[in-house]
């Protein structure tokens, strides 16, 4: 057995790690507020590109090229009580909706989960086939 299906799971499951992180660090951020546009948390989200895996070009595995940040608009909303307020008695809130990246978020969990089920799939396989001339 060679490794591509180790490096396909690999990859894959470092993708998902990826996508978990900048998801979890969506949420701690989602109701953070700052007293300015310029200063308040935007949305992350990784970026995935295809990668060849082993020797055959055909077989494509992920490679994370990096994390990109929302131009989003941030939320402005009035709230002249508060310590971060500008001048004028503004707040900015990032502009994601938290549904969504929970969504995402359980969907990433999912993915991994299924390229761990793989990779031990895998595994006993090749420790079976070990095991027969034996």
């Not at 004028?88 to 978020?105: E, F, K």
């Not at 793989?118 to 034996?134: D, H, P, S, V």
Request: no cysteine; glycine share 6%.
């Amino acid at each position: 057995m060679s490794l591509t299906i180790f490096q396909l799971a690999g990859s894959a499951m470092h993708a998902q790690s990826t996508r978990l992180n900048t998801v979890a660090s969506n949420l701690a951020n989602a109701e953070s507020v700052a007293g300015s546009p310029e200063e308040v948390y935007r949305q992350r989200d990784p970026v995935f590109q295809a990668a060849p895996v082993g020797n055959d070009p055909a077989i494509q595995g992920v490679r994370v090229t990096g994390v990109a940040e929302s131009s989003a608009e941030p939320v402005k909303r009035y709230e002249p009580g508060h310590p971060l307020a500008d001048p004028d008695g503004y707040v900015y809130a990032p502009n994601m909706d938290a549904v969504a990246q929970m969504v995402n978020m359980i969907s990433a969990a999912r993915s991994y989960q299924a390229n761990v089920e793989m990779l031990n799939t895998a595994k006993e396989l090749a420790i079976a086939t070990i095991n027969i001339g034996r």
